[in-house]
């Protein structure tokens, strides 16, 4: 993790929160030809990123959501609630259809797939830190799509910020016990909402999570 400050107020200050050394690099690359961009820190997970968070020197946070440890769910959930009010760009190799709505609806500033081109990265930052969120042309279709269907969303689009993480952490083989340790919960907190969760969506076990969550493509 890398942090630098005494840059002018002008500049827009971005953390890069991705766990592939070699995207922070090309990120940090291409923001260097932006006269308006300063990368002040990077982090390899969503822990990282809320440590960078803490520190209050960030405009823009551009983060990824497969990361190890802490993932960029979990990670937007805890800087909404200690932040909301700061800009959080998705970057995800995850296609808009799967994430966009839902994380938008979580409080994600943002969400761009990483085989957009550069230049649209660039003018998503320059949106989310004036304080408007950014809305592509393929999640403005999708969201053009559901309303012509009259409105109906996925289950997992109905879960709340902290359903979805839970959502995800249990598809992905975590237990109730070790979850519960990892998010400072309790075991009967983290029960209750796997209850909640397999209400809403119509499951009725982790093993059907998973499966819910690989068709739709949320996780790998």
Known sequence: MMATEGHPS???????????????????????????????????????????????????????????????????????????????L??????EEHYATTLLRQGAAGYLNKDCDPEEIVKAIRTVAKGRKYISAAVAEGLAAGLQRGGERPAHELLSKRELQVFLRLAGGETVGHLAESLSLSVKTISTHRTRVMEKMGLTSNSDLTHYALRHGLIL
């Open 10 to 88: 002008t500049m827009i200050r971005i953390a890069i929160v991705d766990d592939h050394p070699l995207v922070r690099a090309g990120l940090r690359q291409f923001f260097a030809d932006q006269a308006d961009f300063t990368v002040v820190a990077e982090a390899a997970n969503g822990r990282e990123a809320l440590e960078i968070v803490r520190q209050g020197q960030v405009d823009v946070v551009l983060m990824d959501i497969a990361m190890p440890g802490q993932s960029g769910v979990d990670a937007l959930a805890a800087i909404q609630a200690r932040v909301p009010s700061l800009p959080v």
């Open 90 to 95: 998705i970057l995800s190799g995850f296609p």
